[in-house]
C-alpha cells in the first residue's frame, strides 16, 4: 500500500492511522506542484490528497481516493489493530461516526480561514467570514472536548478518528486559535505528540 500525502494537509491522519496499522507502507510526501503533474493526476483527478494505490486479491491495481474511505480502508486491511473498534457494529459505529465528525465538520469548518475568497469575493467581507469561521471552529472543537470527557479517545478506544483529530489541532495552533481552556483536548493532543507514529509520521513529513 502506498499513501500519497502533503505535509500537515488531512492527509497526514492516513499517515497516523498507517503506522497504528502496523503493516508495511509506502508514503510519498507531495507539494502543490507535483500534486498537479500528469503522473499523480493519473492517479487522483482532482489533483488532491491523499490517495493511496495497492492491488486486489488478484493482483489489479487498486486506486482510493477520499480521506473517509481511505481511513476505513486501512482500517479493514488491519483488524488486529481495532481501529473501528473490538468488531462489533457499534464500536465501528461509534468509530465512523467520530471520524464523519471530523471530515465533515470540523475540517469544513477551516475552510473560511483557508480560503475567504471562496466564500465572498469582496475582500471587505473576509474579516467577518473569518470570524464567523472561528467561532464555528470552536464549537466543534467544544464537541470533541465534551466527548473527551472521562476518555482518551474520541469513540472511547482509539481509532481511525483520533488522528483526524490531531491534524485539525495543529490547524487550530497554526491560525491561533486558543484551545488551552479545553482540558481534555489539551490532555489529548499531548497523548498523540508522545505517540510513537506520530511522532514518525511527522518527521516523515517535515513536521517534526
Known sequence: MKLYTKSGACS????IALHWAGRPFEVEVMDAKSMKEPEYLAINPSGAVPAITDVTADGSPFVLTQNA?????????????????????????LATKWLAFCNS???PSFSPLFGPGAFSEDPADHDAIKAAARKRIRRNFETANTALEGKQWLAGFRSVADPYLFVTLRWADAMKIDLSDLANLTAFKQRMQDDAGVQATLKAEGLA
Request: charged fraction near 20%; glycine fraction near 10%; avoid cysteine.
Open 105 to 107: 465538520d470540523l475540517h
Open 69 to 93: 474511505a481511505i481511513m476505513g480502508y486501512i482500517a479493514d486491511s488491519a483488524p488486529e489493530a481495532k481501529l473501528v473498534g473490538d468488531g462489533s457494529a457499534q464500536q465501528r459505529a
Open 12 to 15: 497526514t491522519a492516513d499517515h
